[in-house]
Nanobody, 115 residues
Framework: QVQLVESGGGLVHPGGSLRLSCAVS????????MAWYRQAPGKQRELVAR???????NYADSVKGRFTISRDNAKNMVYLQMTSLQPEDTAVYYC?????????WGQGTQVTVSS
């Protein structure tokens, strides 16, 4: 059983930065690709960024150049560094992974970008 716990959300002004963290327990973390998704009110959940077990990354076009996903296999942590935040980045951000048998989600952390 894999558990994902996000932290680091909050209220930030446009142009500001936040770093989200996801603590992962259970399973073999180093073997998993990890991802961050987000869901804004009234919208579908969308992929923000993904990092493979080999640390290859990919990003949604809307966050390229502003967000950086990383992982620390020694600490079983995955991070999302967000810069130049805009109001359209406001959403609940979810940590995600998929094992051979099922998909796992964290509980989400709210990010609000507002002046």
């Amino acid at each position: 059983q894999v558990q994902l716990v996000e932290s680091g959300g909050g209220l930030v002004h446009p142009g500001g930065s936040l770093r989200l963290s996801c603590a992962v327990s259970g399973g073999v973390f180093s073997m998993y690709a990890m991802a961050w998704y987000r869901q804004a009110p009234g919208k579908q959940r969308e992929l923000v960024a993904r990092i493979s077990s080999g640390r290859s990354t990919n990003y949604a076009d809307s966050v390229k150049g502003r967000f950086t996903i990383s992982r620390d296999n020694a600490k079983n942590m995955v991070y999302l560094q967000m810069t130049s935040l805009q109001p359209e980045d406001t959403a609940v951000y979810y940590c995600n992974t998929m094992t051979l048998t099922r998909e796992y989600w964290g509980q989400g952390t709210q990010v609000t970008v507002s002046s």
